[in-house]
């Protein structure tokens, strides 16, 4: 039975640019899916499409059951969706954007009053909740949209890379908001670049590279297909580099990775600790000072450079700019905000102003 987010063969085309290439996802209801990949991979553009605002070229997508694109109004009843830009209205206060989101939704005018004032206590905005939002930080814009998508407790959730932006303490405030949701039995489809939001949140990853996914499983899963450990040593000395990885290529399982401006070398390999102390005797006794060395499991950017051959910050081919942002941010912005400019948007405060009295 097809998860609470599913999609089959989602293809989309901008010009010469496949931005989805026959994509696969199942979300589990009351469960997290990490879509996670470079810039250009092609997250974004999914998430449009299983979000109603852009349809694609082939393949069919349903949430909570519903087709996207026979019955999108009633798709749109039932999730909520945070962008990568923060869509909200800089003349209204805090408290007045996420009371007429409230209103927009049909909620009564006490009621969406009373919810705007729990999101905002829960999003830490309670004190600046009644400041125009031009006047806030970046940060706190961020946790104004984030807060915004949850007037109406969807049982869908999409975030498309929720904390970029956000401080180390925000963005762990946000990962405790989305455990508790996901408690709750929200279902969440989350687009990130930050391999640790990943792993601390995600049940199951899909690994997009080029509009495909090209790897999916739980993060010890795809670390697991990296291989054993890492041996990671760094030398006090840039003259003693040629040396250690010399001494740790004998050791190895797998190719030298070499650091010359941090003098760190890293190399796969299979022992444990017992060979990690076999490591630093031998060091020791060819002379080379370290300053350190460990052991570790393989990281989801072990994963990446492996499955994809760049990490994960960085676009192979720039399809961001030229593919898959630039369209889908015209459309993301046309339908959260859907406020145009000159002497309309005096007006359309005016009117927004009303929604949240």
Not at 16 to 40: M, Q
Not at 87 to 96: I, N
Not at 226 to 250: K, M, N
Not at 274 to 283: G, K, M, N, S, T
Request: aromatic share 4%.
């Amino acid at each position: 039975m097809p998860g609470a987010v599913y999609a089959e063969g989602l293809v989309k085309t901008f010009g010469d640019v496949r931005a989805l290439d026959g994509v696969d996802l199942d979300v589990p209801e009351g469960t997290v899916l990490g879509l996670l990949g470079p810039n250009g991979a092609g997250k974004t553009t999914a998430v449009r499409v299983l979000t109603t605002l852009l349809r694609p070229d082939s393949g069919r997508a349903e949430v909570a059951g519903i087709d996207v694109l026979e019955r999108p109004d009633e798709v749109r009843r039932l999730i909520g969706l945070s962008g990568q830009f923060a869509a909200v209205d800089e003349y209204l206060t805090g408290r007045e954007n996420l009371t007429m989101v409230g209103r927009l939704y049909q909620m009564g005018a006490k009621a969406a009053k009373a919810r705007a004032g729990e999101l905002l206590d829960r999003f830490h905005l309670a004190d600046a909740g009644d400041r125009p939002a031009k006047t806030y930080s970046g940060g706190m814009r961020r946790r104004l949209d984030l807060a915004a998508a949850l007037v109406v407790s969807p049982p869908v959730m999409f975030m498309d890379e929720p904390t970029t932006g956000l401080d180390p303490r925000n963005r762990q405030q946000l990962w405790d908001v989305i455990q508790e949701l996901v408690a709750g039995g929200t279902t969440l489809l989350l687009t990130t670049q930050y391999l640790e939001e990943a792993d601390h949140l995600a049940h199951d990853i899909c690994v997009v590279d080029h509009g495909r996914v090209i790897a999916r499983g739980t993060s010890d899963q795809l670390k697991a297909q990296t291989g054993g450990e890492r041996v990671e040593v760094v030398v006090h000395a840039p003259g003693q580099l040629g040396t250690a990885e010399g001494l740790l290529r004998g050791f190895g399982k797998g190719a030298v990775k070499v650091e010359r401006h941090t003098r760190k070398i890293t190399v796969p390999v299979s022992g444990g600790a017992r060979l990690l102390a076999e490591v630093i005797r031998e060091l020791d006794a060819r002379g080379v000072e370290i300053d350190d060395v460990g052991l570790r499991r393989p990281t989801l950017d072990d994963v990446f450079i492996s499955l994809t051959g760049h990490a994960a910050e960085t676009s192979a081919g720039g399809e961001e700019t030229g593919g898959d942002a630039a369209p889908d941010e015209d459309a993301g912005r046309g339908g959260r905000r859907g406020r145009g400019g000159g002497k309309g948007r005096g007006k359309d405060r005016r009117a927004a102003r009303e929604a949240a009295k």
